[in-house]
């Protein structure tokens, strides 16, 4: 069983858009993963600008990747590295803890990941 960031089981971050490294909704850890997808993120216009200015176009679809393109308000697995960045840019996208793999706090401490939570991620029901 994964767990997320507070020691319990990984929730699946978004169905719609389908997200996660293996594309089954969840940020999973896995060997294939360079990337590190492992912070689940309700994306922001602000990040969306810092991605496609930092060469990463997650706006843009690509149905060849089965990826159609996100707009804020969006759930996404994101690689570990690029949420720091954005954080150090003062753009971070906050964070759903139930479903932020706990291999993040090896790069990012969780007080940290705490302080960009998002609001209602402490237990909410809405629609992924």
């Keep these: 069983m994964a767990l997320n960031v ?10 719609d858009p ?17 990337g590190s997808h492992w912070i689940c993120a309700r994306v922001t216009s602000e990040f969306l600008a810092f991605s ?33 960045d954005a954080l150090e840019a003062g753009v971070a996208p906050p964070v759903v803890l139930q479903s932020t793999h706990e291999a993040a706090l090896a790069l990012v401490p969780l007080e940290v990941l705490q302080l960009h939570a998002w609001p209602s991620a402490m237990g909410s029901g809405e629609q992924r």
């Design 6 to 15: 507070l020691g319990g089981e990984l929730q699946a971050c978004s169905y």
């Design 18 to 34: 389908l997200t996660g490294y293996l594309r089954d909704g969840c940020c999973q850890v896995g060997p294939e993963d360079r």
């Design 52 to 84: 496609l200015a930092s060469g990463n176009d997650l706006i843009t679809p690509r149905p060849e990747w089965r990826f159609a393109g996100l707009k804020p308000g969006d759930r996404w697995c994101l690689c570990v590295l690029r949420w720091l």
